[in-house]
């Protein structure tokens, strides 16, 4: 009664192409210079900038935003406190001289 009951799964097929693929055709050249083949094992770049940064560097990066997101904020709150404390000093201090 209270076990879920799940939908069974339908079987995959396989599917089997029919129809033979046409024979590929090169395109015609744009120009009629001679161009040299491209060679077969040209040297690849990696995908992206950031490709070769591991788990460890990551990581570290992290660690050290969170630290100085931290640090931020304690900086901001004590700026606010001593804005407060300026504040109520200078309130205490004017009423002080109307005396």
Known sequence: MFRPKYPEAPTP???HPTAVPAAQHSPAPA??????????????????ALSGLNAGTVGAVVTVGIVLTALLAAVAVTAVSVAVAAVVMRSLLASQRRR
């Open 13 to 15: 097929s396989i599917v």
């Open 31 to 48: 120009c009629s210079c001679q161009h040299a083949p491209a060679p077969a094992s040209a040297p690849t770049r990696p995908a992206g």
